[in-house]
């Protein structure tokens, strides 16, 4: 991958990074299912209005809907509502990078080189140290939950490497067209018409200022210019190179929930995190090409006959 497409990872981590904290604000007015369908419906209705459709089968396109619009979102939401802190959440939801090398692997035959592969081990080992001292943060259903949401984010991350749009953006943009009426109809029929209607009703208050903000944040920044710039990359690279870059994610995450929140960084957890970062920085530098004695000995050889042929008139 080139520095300019590994710098733009990660800005992607960064952008997604701070959509934790943006989307426990949402939460604490909008329904979780609702405001999935909500998030989605907000980007969708112009982009099929204004964007042609990007020249994919329309199973990947419906793929990539699917696993990172529906399951990853509605799993993700569902934790944080009941008890998931943002960024725990940002951690656990890292799971994805290690599922999409294994899906990718299994689904798309993608080889791991032994460069990725510890790259990989170095940020999970990261991950877990930080899981295992946070642990006392969440109950076991907000953590299967967001295991869940990280499992459908890897589904739709496969998807998108398998749909290699020419347009990441135009992509993204008429992916979200999968989730909004799936998600109210599921919405309608969990959360109610009535919540629904007084989240809607309430959302122009001064009270609920601070949940459309990071409504908005999550529309613009994390689904139009992060998700635009992540899919752009997987048309461009192998999964199993763009994926582990997402666990840049939770140092980012935890960071922002500190200055958001006030949830307290401390020594091990700064430690994990730099573990992290090294991790996917080591796994995504190229390789030295090999340069084998056989290789060197036959070149040699070659030139040699080329220069002992004689001359013809």
């Given at each position: 991958?080139?520095?300019?497409?590994?710098?733009?990872?990660?800005?992607?981590?960064?952008?997604?990074?701070?959509?934790?904290?943006?989307?426990?604000?949402?939460?604490?007015?909008?329904?979780?299912?609702?405001?999935?369908?909500?998030?989605?419906?907000?980007?969708?209705?112009?982009?099929?209005?204004?964007?042609?459709?990007?020249?994919?089968?329309?199973?990947?396109?419906?793929?990539?809907?699917?696993?990172?619009?529906?399951?990853?979102?509605a799993f993700l939401y569902?934790?944080?509502a009941v008890g998931m802190?943002?960024?725990?959440?940002?951690?656990?939801?890292?799971?994805?990078?290690?599922?999409?090398?294994?899906?990718?692997?299994?689904?798309?035959?993608?080889?791991?080189?032994?460069?990725?592969?510890?790259?990989?081990?170095?940020?999970?080992?990261?991950?877990?140290?930080?899981?295992?001292?946070?642990?006392?943060?969440?109950?076991?259903?907000?953590?299967?939950?967001?295991?869940?949401?990280?499992?459908?984010?890897?589904?739709?991350?496969?998807?998108?490497?398998?749909?290699?749009?020419?347009?990441?953006?135009?992509?993204?943009?008429?992916?979200?067209?999968?989730?909004?009426?799936?998600?109210?109809?599921?919405?309608?029929?969990?959360?109610?018409?009535?919540?629904?209607?007084?989240?809607?009703?309430?959302?122009?208050?001064?009270?609920?200022?601070?949940?459309?903000?990071?409504?908005?944040?999550?529309?613009?920044?994390?689904?139009?210019?992060?998700?635009?710039?992540?899919?752009?990359?997987?048309?461009?690279?192998?999964?199993?190179?763009?994926?582990?870059?997402?666990?840049?994610?939770?140092?980012?995450?935890?960071?922002?929930?500190?200055?958001?929140?006030?949830?307290?960084?401390?020594?091990?957890?700064?430690?994990?995190?730099?573990?992290?970062?090294?991790?996917?920085?080591?796994?995504?530098?190229?390789?030295?090409?090999?340069?084998?004695?056989?290789?060197?000995?036959?070149?040699s050889s070659s030139s040699?006959?080329?220069?002992?042929?004689?001359?013809?008139?």
């Amino acid at each position: 991958m080139p520095l300019r497409d590994r710098l733009l990872a990660c800005l992607v981590a960064v952008c997604w990074g701070v959509n934790f904290p943006a989307t426990a604000l949402a939460l604490e007015h909008f329904p979780p299912l609702f405001m999935v369908a909500l998030r989605f419906a907000l980007v969708a209705l112009p982009a099929l209005l204004l964007v042609p459709r990007p020249p994919v089968p329309l199973r990947w396109l419906i793929g990539v809907g699917l696993g990172i619009g529906i399951l990853q979102f509605a799993f993700l939401y569902l934790g944080m509502a009941v008890g998931m802190p943002s960024g725990l959440a940002s951690l656990v939801l890292q799971a994805s990078a290690p599922f999409t090398v294994l899906l990718g692997g299994v689904w798309l035959r993608e080889k791991l080189s032994g460069r990725q592969l510890t790259g990989v081990v170095l940020a999970v080992a990261g991950l877990a140290v930080i899981a295992v001292h946070r642990s006392q943060a969440a109950a076991w259903l907000p953590v299967v939950l967001t295991l869940c949401g990280a499992l459908g984010w890897a589904f739709g991350n496969v998807c998108s490497r398998q749909a290699k749009a020419p347009n990441g953006l135009h992509l993204t943009l008429w992916t979200a067209a999968v989730p909004p009426l799936p998600m109210l109809a599921l919405a309608l029929l969990v959360e109610g018409p009535e919540r629904i209607g007084r989240s809607l009703a309430d959302s122009l208050t001064a009270e609920a200022l601070p949940a459309v903000l990071g409504l908005l944040y999550v529309v613009v920044v994390a689904t139009l210019v992060g998700y635009g710039l992540w899919n752009s990359l997987l048309s461009r690279h192998p999964s199993n190179v763009v994926a582990p870059f997402s666990m840049l994610v939770p140092v980012v995450g935890v960071l922002a929930s500190w200055l958001a929140f006030g949830e307290v960084l401390d020594a091990v957890e700064l430690t994990a995190g730099a573990l992290v970062v090294a991790g996917v920085l080591f796994g995504s530098r190229p390789g030295q090409p090999k340069r084998t004695g056989l290789t060197t000995s036959a070149t040699s050889s070659s030139s040699d006959r080329v220069r002992k042929r004689p001359a013809t008139a």
